[in-house]
């Protein structure tokens, strides 16, 4: 009886999954066949779907089109340094926010909270002005240090130390083990699938900012590489969409390489985070 | 050394006092037990000297050390949680070298150290599994195996048991008294099941909402309650209450096992000592033991007998007498224990009803 009536509801659900499965998938699939078709065959109507012939030069005429190895070098050193600083940041306030009692805690952390609502489009101008004070416009400087603190970050981790037990803490102490010790040797270790899931989106994030390096770089030197694959769609006349293409599919390769590694490890802290 | 002192210690939570002024000597060596209904305040003053919670008053002191501002790691006390708190990210090893190498101890040592420890709780085989792989049983020794390996001068128990079923908890009693004796340091036990703390203490404490209501060895508690609420907490089933018309504002108190029961209703004649008619209601029989619950003009009283003597049957009418020397009295008011003359004046069986 049971199984006979959830076996039609079982069936539109899969339809449901694929349905979606194939809205987000397209576009992506789409860029990757068009980064090894041949310019007239992009253009081609009807469009083809499989590529006539398989052009792999494409990469190398983004790759070649500036210098790239500096523009992955800089997204690199820029998602990793936010990363880090992040981390660093995020511990500490959210093991006070979640384990202290002080005053004005409740007022901090509704300020924090402020912080997770307000783009950057909005407070852009200032942190400009203050990078350019410091001098620090165009470096990598002006591009790690203003992510340096997440209020996402912070949110999520008081979340999950909040959930551990008063007396594991507490045996900790009477263990001798200094609050610092508590922080990263019992808190974070626990903390580890939403530190997982918050390192992921930040990364995520990071690698594929364009707007913020374009506002605060001007020169090849700093830029990353969202901003070389943009100057590829303004050079020269028409766009080369093919090459286009393959700059993005050079673009999503490091997470793409991530995902495949981390696969199991992603999905349980994302199941994790919905219970 | 590690003798363990509270002097009028107070605890109060926003100003609600959960400890009222405790004091308490609790002898080297000794395994005392602190015992009373939940929420008495066992767990506050537990933590307390573990300096898990602050004193709002008084003074704390382990050996001749004051340690009211002393952190709780360098108290040289151990602790062992109900939930055992164990760290759950750690392996068995870690969780147990975890407070070693805070100290500072050597690796090899501290290997050495933690090696002897799990072979002493049965915990070889275990030493790479997480908490999430053990069983509770397993979970409790590697808690003891944490608070052992540090060599405390006091050992601080938080009912550690109370998370076991039945047969476990028995056997864990047994190994923790003779682990008591084999190391010879000061135990503190948390507990609020009156068995456990008479089986296992050798120094009681009994508390009652914030104070101590005795300080005795489990036979002292037994015979020799001084007031109403340690003389019905101590003892399963309590201890018989009832009214006394021959004395004003006293109550009278016998236990279930001193109370004789008769299938007759002549009144017995031999000794000194009261006497009730009554009827039973209803028996259970515990093995070697049974219990009669008796309607008398008293209210119900429990009167525990032993099988050898025959069954007495439900409904049946009956004459429970109890010998003077087995009599309590208490000041109706107070609940305080009533001492001396009122044994002396007490009417020959047959008097009371
Ligand atoms: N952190 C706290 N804040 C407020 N009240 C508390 C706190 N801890 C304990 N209490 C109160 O103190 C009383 C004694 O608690 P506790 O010492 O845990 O009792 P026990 O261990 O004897 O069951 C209880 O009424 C409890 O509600
Ligand atoms: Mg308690």
Redesign the pocket.
Known sequence: MHRLAAYPLKIVERILLIVVTLVFVFPFLWMMLTAFKTLPEVFRFPPTFLPEIWDFSNFMKAWESGPFLRFVFNSFIVAVGVLILQFLTAVPAAYAFARYRFPGRNLLFGITLIALMIPPQVIFLPIYVQMSGWGLVNTLWSLILPYGASAFGIFLLRQSFMQVPDEVIEAARLDQASEWKIMWKIMVPIAKPVLVTFGLFSFIYHWNDYFWPLIMTNSDAVRTLPMGIAMLKASEGGKIWNVIMAGNVILVFPILIIFFFAQRHIIRAFIYQSK | MARVLLKQVVKA??D?P?VKGLDLTIPNGSFTVLV?P????????LRMIAGLEEVTDGEIWIGDRKVNDVPPGKRDLAMVFQNYALYPTMNVFENIAFGLQNRGLPRQECKSLVHEIAEVVGLTSYLDRKPSELSGGQRQRVALARAMVKKPQVFLM?EPLSNLDAKLRNQMRVELTSLHKQLGSTFIY?T?DQVEAMTMGDQIVV?NE?RIQQVASPVELYQDPTNLFVAQFIGSPAMNILSWEEEESCLLGFRPEKGRIAATIQPSTEEKGISLRGKVRSREILGAEVLYYVDTRKGQIIVKANHDVELIAEDEDVRLSVAAKDLYFFDEKTGMRVMGQHVHSLPLAGGAV
């Open positions: 939570f926003q609600q959960v009373g939940s929420g008495c305040g066992k767990s506050t003053t938080d948390v609020h508390m914030g």
